[in-house]
């Protein structure tokens, strides 16, 4: 059977291939900080086994909630922010029919979300999309005080209340927070919600593959077991002490060496947009877990050919401080060929019968070997095809790949103190009650 790979090839020229392997000793002992929890954080390692603890009780408690909610629901709003929505979204965004939001016959429920920002023109524009539909709410929030998620929640949920009455609301909705703090479990306590619990030891952006992710990933019809299944495979890929034959030591190894020669930005890039949102995922994961103590390599991403006619000519010309991660897909879901055509006014001939993909691979191609003329080291992560498994293999990669990061870094890859310096602003604007002196402060400050 096939699985993920790294293909390194084209960061060749750029490194040193002593230095490279010289890493070989770092990652393995990494990686033993990572397994046997002597690093840093080593309190949030909650998600390193976790492909191989779910057991089959809480697949089956997933997929049965997932089961009562898709029975009474049209939609259903996944309410949440950060890791309590990126990862869910990801993989829904590029398992699903790109254009199954526009079908009204489907077999599984529209899963859509709010609480992931504070715009009051989404949260209106949905709750008015809302009005006829049957509609339940999956409320995520681990710390279940996040501002953004409990607003969203507070509107959807006397939303519910008002539409279906109180007990029939209750049921339309689930919560999946800690198991004893937090305003959400309280109020889950209070009305009796379905609730799941999210582990103690599993941060945000880690926990993908618990219930946060996995029951709005059901909801939307796709097959759990086999992400998990897809995880655990690379679980065991990502515990080999061969540099040769894991591509998580040679992915965070290879990042790291480019970062030390002044290559501080990298760029996810895809040439498939069913990926852009697995791109916004990975940008929380390694922003959140590298960029600290004034450190970092800056996260960015790209969708192509799209963006080879925006961000392209930047790329190739602009800062050299870049390196590229591709994301490939080896094998398309659909066929669809280029047609001969009689007349070939647009002299596309040269092409005929050969399928879209075989010209999106040239593009690919192509472009890395621009890319590399133009300094940008290019490392191709390759994914047989896209499907639940192979998902799985690539969260689990990413994952234990960005722990590794951290520590090569030298960095704590499970906490985010940075977050809280916009909200304990907001919070003083707000004159939120504790705020005081802050709401002092920063009144003075802007006045
Ligand atoms: O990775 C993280 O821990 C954060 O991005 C959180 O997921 C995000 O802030 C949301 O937090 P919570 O789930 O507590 O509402």
Redesign the pocket.
């Known amino acids: 059977m096939k699985h993920l790979q790294v293909d390194l090839k084209n960061t060749s020229s750029f490194i040193d291939l002593e230095k490279f392997n010289n890493y070989e000793n770092r990652v393995i002992e990494n990686n033993e900080q990572v397994t046997k929890k002597t690093g840093k954080g080593n309190d949030f390692l909650g998600w390193v086994e976790l492909p191989g603890h779910i057991s089959q009780d809480q697949i089956t408690e997933i997929n049965s909630t997932a089961k009562s909610l898709r029975e009474i629901s049209e939609v259903i709003v996944v309410i949440?922010?950060?890791?309590?929505y990126l990862g869910a979204k990801a993989v829904i965004e590029t398992l699903s029919g790109q254009f199954d939001y526009l079908k009204s016959e489907i077999e599984n429920p529209h899963i859509l979300f709010a609480g992931q920002n504070l715009s009051e023109d989404y949260h209106y524009e949905l709750l008015d999309f809302l009005r006829e539909k049957k509609y339940s709410v999956v409320a995520?929030?681990?710390?279940?005080?996040?501002t953004e998620?409990a607003i969203a929640f507070r509107i959807f949920r006397q939303n519910l209340e008002a539409r279906f009455g109180k007990e029939e609301a209750s049921k339309r909705i689930v919560a999946i927070t800690d198991k004893s703090k937090g305003a959400l479990r309280d109020l889950t306590d209070q009305e009796n919600y379905k609730s799941f619990v999210i582990d103690d030891d599993i941060?945000?952006?880690y926990?993908v593959l618990t219930p946060v992710g996995l029951l709005p990933i059901a909801c939307a019809g796709f097959d759990i077991n086999a992400i998990i299944e897809g995880s655990k495979s690379m679980m065991h890929i990502a515990d080999k002490n061969s540099f040769k034959e894991n591509p998580v030591y040679q992915y965070a190894a290879i990042r790291h060496l480019l970062y030390t020669k002044g290559k501080t930005t990298e760029i996810l890039a895809n040439y498939n947009p069913r990926l852009n949102f697995i791109a916004e995922w990975w940008k929380?994961l390694y922003g959140?877990s590298e960029g600290k103590e004034n450190k970092g390599i800056f996260p960015a991403s790209v969708s192509f050919t799209a963006d080879l006619h925006s961000l392209g000519q930047y790329i190739q010309e602009g800062l050299r401080n870049i390196f590229e991660t591709v994301i490939s897909i080896e094998k398309t879901r659909y066929d669809l060929t280029i047609p001969q055509d009689e007349d070939n006014f647009d002299k596309l001939n040269y092409l005929a019968g050969k399928p879209i993909d075989y010209v999106n691979k040239m593009a690919e191609l192509g472009t890395t070997l621009a890319h590399v003329d133009g300094n940008v080291p290019n490392i191709k992560i390759i994914l047989p095809e896209i499907s639940e498994f192979y998902i799985g293999e690539l969260i689990y990669f990413f994952e234990k790949a960005c722990a590794i990061s951290g520590y090569l870094l030298d960095v704590n890859p499970f906490d985010?103190p940075g977050?809280e310096a916009y909200k304990k602003n907001m919070f003083a604007l707000l004159e939120k009650p504790g705020f005081e002196e802050e709401t002092k402060k920063i009144k003075n400050r802007i006045s």
């Open positions: 949440g922010i950060g890791g309590s995520i929030s681990k710390s279940g005080t996040t998620p941060g945000g952006r926990s929380q959140e985010q977050v």
